[in-house]
């Protein structure tokens, strides 16, 4: 699976997780109901919209790297940097939401980065051992393949 069939079923796997994920982890730490799954809803709006910048980024980089593959350095640099960039754009969006400081929204989405590194590099690494890597991780020839099938 390649191009933007690969980006759309990615993304929808991760974020319903996710939205599981995070609307009990914020219930849990005492928010209320509502507040908890509109904050894990619009993370996850957030993160998707990201997560389509990033992915598209990260594999034109890749593609241009004269070593093909995903190694777990790879792997590891490609978790980092997402969620680096979304502590970006949820730590203000929890703060404001969820009427929290700047500095507890921060540990709060510390919390969850912890988590979410590990969450993503195995959600990755299962989602490319089912549905294959993409072109851009293929060596030339495996790639000139995947196109003619694409």
Do not use: C
């Amino acid at each position: 699976m390649q191009g933007i069939k690969r980006k759309v079923v990615y993304v929808s796997l991760y974020e319903t997780i996710a939205i599981l994920l995070t609307g009990v982890v914020f219930y849990l730490l005492g928010f209320s109901v509502f507040d908890s799954w509109v904050a894990s809803v619009a993370a996850s709006g957030i993160a998707v919209l990201w997560n389509l910048v990033w992915n598209t980024l990260f594999e034109s980089w890749e593609a241009r790297q004269v070593k093909k593959g995903r190694s777990t350095r790879r792997r590891i640099a490609h978790a980092v940097g997402f969620e680096g960039g979304l502590v970006l754009f949820l730590v203000p969006f929890f703060a404001w939401w969820l009427s929290v400081s700047l500095w507890e929204a921060f540990i709060l989405d510390a919390g969850l980065l912890v988590f979410f590194l590990v969450y993503t590099f195995v959600f990755t690494r299962v989602f490319d051992h089912v549905f294959g890597l993409p072109a851009s991780a293929l060596p030339d020839s495996d790639n000139n393949l995947a196109a003619k099938k694409a």
